[in-house]
Antibody, heavy 120, light 107 residues
Framework: EVQLVQSGAEVKKPGESLRISCQGSAYFFPNYWITWVRQMPGRGLEWMGTIDPSDAYSTYSPSFQGHVTISADKSISTAYLQWSSLKASDTAMYYC?????????????WGQGTTVTVSS | DIQMTQSPSSVSASAGDRVTITCRASQDISSWLAWYQQKPGKAPKLLIYAASSLQSGVPSRFSGSGSGTDFTLSISSLQPEDFATYYCQQANSFPYTFGQGTKLEIQ
């Protein structure tokens, strides 16, 4: 079964750093972009940025550029989302999701989500 | 960024009803549009891509149409499991923005 499995829930303090992960299985990881999507409590979906694991090219929404970093290690079929200095406003659910690199057939396989709570 | 505007923000309907949700892009996105369904506490699920192509495994009561700036998602005969929030997303240019969502509630 094709899956994206995300790392577990995190509770952090403002100013701390964090990296969450998303591991793909049962498909050829480099053939699909990985996108990160934020959902704040009770709110809608926000497209944060995406990475092509085949060459590590990434692009970000201006709303998130400079605040998060997206990376990937194709050798272990894993993508990452990281913060160097968390804010309380980063409290949200974060989903990773794949989409085919060669043609956009939509984002068809979603991770289960990682809850990040930032509180002093 | 391309802005995506859905209407209505919420709609009440009964099982068996037909429901239509609209999505408008702030500029021409051709047919680069997808629709997702999200139930509480769950990850979103892809329903439609390329404006009108049904994702494998999605019931045929779901359909999508439109091109350019105006799009619709229709559900022909609502089932109890269809009550959820629906999002459109453009894939014409980065960032691939979402609409604000439409909550479909039981009347």
């Amino acid at each position: 079964e094709v899956q994206l499995v995300q790392s577990g829930a995190e509770v952090k303090k403002p100013g701390e750093s964090l990296r969450i992960s998303c591991q793909g299985s049962a498909y050829f990881f480099p053939n699909y972009w990985i996108t990160w999507v934020r959902q704040m409590p009770g709110r809608g979906l926000e497209w944060m940025g995406t990475i092509d694991p085949s060459d590590a090219y990434s692009t970000y929404s201006p709303s998130f550029q400079g605040h998060v970093t997206i990376s990937a290690d194709k050798s272990i079929s894993t993508a990452y989302l990281q913060w160097s200095s968390l804010k309380a406003s980063d409290t949200a659910m974060y989903y990773c999701v794949r989409s085919m690199a060669t043609y956009y057939y939509g984002m068809d396989v979603w991770g289960q989500g990682t809850t990040v709570t930032v509180s002093s | 960024d391309i802005q995506m505007t859905q209407s209505p923000s919420s709609v009440s309907a009964s099982a068996g009803d037909r429901v239509t949700i609209t999505c408008r892009a702030s500029q021409d996105i051709s047919s680069w549009l997808a629709w997702y369904q999200q139930k509480p506490g769950k990850a979103p699920k892809l329903l439609i891509y390329a404006a009108s192509s049904l994702q494998s495994g999605v019931p045929s009561r779901f359909s999508g149409s439109g091109s350019g700036t105006d799009f619709t998602l229709s559900i022909s005969s609502l089932q109890p499991e269809d009550f959820a929030t629906y999002y459109c997303q453009q894939a014409n240019s980065f960032p691939y923005t979402f609409g604000q969502g439409t909550k479909l509630e039981i009347q």
